[in-house]
């Protein structure tokens, strides 16, 4: 059963910074996976997307990594802003054929501290 | 592109009556996924359809659930006989049918059963 872990579960810095959350999973027999942001009381906002055959994908600011055999990823967010609090998620799904579902983190509550 | 849309936002309901939630994808994506949140979790998922059949169903999903999309474009949630264990923010997705497109969500139903 593939269980995905987010460490920390909240995080403060001081807006300018740049930071780095942590995403890791038990099963490396992924498809792709995908950070989403989730403001409160709303749904999700996917960020980006990384199949299992990159190692990094970018959009902007944010910048993810993948390291299917290690069973980790990252989103880099640089130059924090205050608008970047929200709570970030990670999923993944599976690589077995017909599989749709994804399977999430716990997400990390960041905060920027204007 | 108006986004996925769900109704109603919030419901409150009493313990044992029925409930039914209601999404509408973005108009060209035909795979649509329900997923389940509590507090300080990461989403669930629940099932998904391609087009109008439900091809997938979790554990998660007893005989107290049922969801429709019958021809392919909104889909239905239904909860019979609520209990309070079904308090959480119900959320619907949809995504275009090839296997690395991203899952666009709405902004949920959060149930609350009395």
């Known amino acids: 059963k593939q269980e995905v872990t987010q460490i920390p579960a909240a995080l403060s810095v001081p807006e300018g910074e740049n930071l780095v959350l942590n995403c890791s999973f038990t099963?490396?027999?992924?498809?792709?996976l995908q950070w989403f942001r989730q403001d409160p009381g709303k749904g999700l906002t996917s960020l980006l997307l990384?199949?299992?055959?990159?190692r990094e994908q970018t959009s902007g600011r944010l910048n993810a990594s993948l390291d299917k055999s290690s069973g980790r990823s990252t989103l880099y967010i640089a130059a924090s802003q205050p608008g970047d609090s929200a709570t970030y998620l990670c999923?993944?799904?599976?690589?077995?054929?017909?599989?749709?579902?994804?399977?999430f983190g716990t997400g990390t509550r960041l905060t920027i501290i204007p | 592109d108006t986004g996925v849309s769900q109704d109603p936002r919030h419901k409150i309901t009493k313990r044992g009556q029925n409930v039914t939630f209601r999404c509408d994808p973005i108009?060209?994506?035909?795979?649509l996924y329900w997923y389940r949140q509590t507090l300080g979790q990461g989403p669930e998922f629940l099932t998904y359809?391609?087009?109008?059949?439900?091809?997938?169903k979790s554990r998660l999903l007893s005989d107290r659930f049922s969801a429709e999309r019958p021809k392919g474009s909104f889909s239905t949630l239904e909860i019979q006989r609520t209990e309070q264990g079904d308090s959480a923010m119900y959320l619907c997705?949809?995504?275009?049918?090839?296997?690395?497109?991203?899952?666009?969500f709405g902004n949920g139903t959060r149930l609350t059963v009395t």
């Open positions: 997705a949809s995504s275009l049918g090839q296997y690395n497109s991203p899952l666009h």
């Open positions: 108009s060209e994506h035909n795979r």
């Open positions: 990384i199949q299992s055959s990159q």
């Open positions: 999923a993944v799904k599976g690589s077995n054929f017909g599989n749709e579902k994804l399977t």
């Open positions: 359809f391609q087009n109008e059949a439900q091809l997938e």
């Open positions: 099963d490396s027999a992924i498809y792709n």
